[in-house]
């Protein structure tokens, strides 16, 4: 999640208004899940390739540092990535896993389950995360203690760098996916997970279904089942980075498909939002009478989101039910 370029900002983007919403369409006493493969520790080192801080200007180490010395807006995207790049309980950073050829910074920014835990613990609500490392990057980091009555591990970060009290569990899994979905179904069935009414899930590969793929469209299906066996509240997000679009956007057009074909009769509604090369889509479970009026709310929180993050970004791309609707 700390790499900085356009990619990085999306799918920050859409993992925090995708938590936003769950919390504000389930009722105030009910808990929320959030998975996600593919992790980082909670704070990793901002880094960037050489061209990049050219190439994504309004997201790149200075433009992050400038949020540090201004007022943001509470539960933003800005204030998030602002406490995390303060860091002021000085909370463990871990280094990128490499350095050479790249602009490393010791500033951190945050991982997708911090964003979800952080918007969480502000609104003073329970979320329980199950956090899969697929150990090609790091290895296992020894939980913190915790004080009496708080969360640990991520969820303590979370309510650390805030200032506030959280509620919730945090279970860490080293592995690699798709093997580890097995424990993610016992962490719903039988663990913190059934407590939750909604679920947001989140897979951060290098891309979906193209090339040397990280998360083919079978592995694909595979998750959504897994999260759909309890939740009936599911917003499920993976990023993907699109080097391949084909004669007339025809490979691009064809993994748009693909997408929303996965498990549709589960999760009958889908969003990609494009910026560049960069997509990170959205499959929508929601009860039938109301999952139009979710698909078009979180279209609507990302884009005010993004065009919130900086006047000079051009608009997002949108893809609703693999077709392009702007």
Not at 76 to 84: A, D, G, I, Y
Not at 213 to 218: E, F, G, R, Y
Not at 285 to 311: I, M, T, Y
Request: some cysteine; hydrophobic content about 40%; glycine content about 10%.
């Amino acid at each position: 999640m700390p790499r900085l370029n356009y990619g990085t900002l999306l799918e920050n983007i859409v993992v925090l208004e995708s938590t936003r919403l769950c919390l504000e369409r389930c009722s105030a006493d009910a808990p929320i899940g959030f998975a996600t493969s593919f992790a980082m520790p909670p704070l990793t080192g901002c880094w960037s390739k050489s061209a990049e801080e050219a190439n994504n200007p309004w997201f790149n180490h200075p433009i992050l540092a400038s949020l540090v010395a201004g007022p943001c807006p509470t539960g933003s995207l800005q204030q998030m990535w602002s406490l995390c790049l303060n860091n002021v309980p000085n909370l463990p950073v871990r280094p990128f896993y490499q350095s050479e050829g790249l602009s490393v910074y010791e500033s951190a920014g945050p991982n997708g389950a911090l964003l979800a835990a952080m918007l969480a613990a502000q609104n003073g609500r329970e979320i329980h995360l199950w956090i899969n490392d697929n150990a090609e990057r790091y290895g296992r980091v020894p939980p913190r203690p915790s004080a009496e009555g708080q969360a640990s591990g991520t969820l303590s970060d979370a309510a650390i760098l805030l200032g506030v009290r959280a509620t919730g569990t945090t279970t860490d899994v080293l592995g690699w996916f798709p093997d580890t979905l097995p424990r993610l179904g016992g962490w719903l069935g039988d663990g913190p997970g059934r407590n939750a009414t909604a679920l947001v899930g989140f897979l951060d590969p290098d891309n979906y279904a193209e090339g040397n793929t990280q998360v083919s469209a079978t592995d694909h299906r595979h998750w959504l089942r897994v999260l759909a066996t309890r939740a009936q509240y599911v917003l499920s997000a993976v990023f993907s980075g699109c080097q391949n679009r084909g004669r007339g956007n025809a490979a691009r057009n064809q993994r748009l498909a693909w997408f929303h074909s996965d498990e549709v009769e589960l999760y009958p509604q889908s969003l990609v939002f494009e910026y560049g090369n960069f997509q990170t889509g959205v499959k929508v479970r929601w009860p039938v009478e109301s999952n139009s009026r979710v698909v078009a709310d979180l279209r609507q929180r990302v884009d005010a989101a993004w065009r919130g993050w900086h006047s000079s970004l051009g608009p997002l791309a949108v893809h609703i039910n693999g077709q392009c609707a702007s």
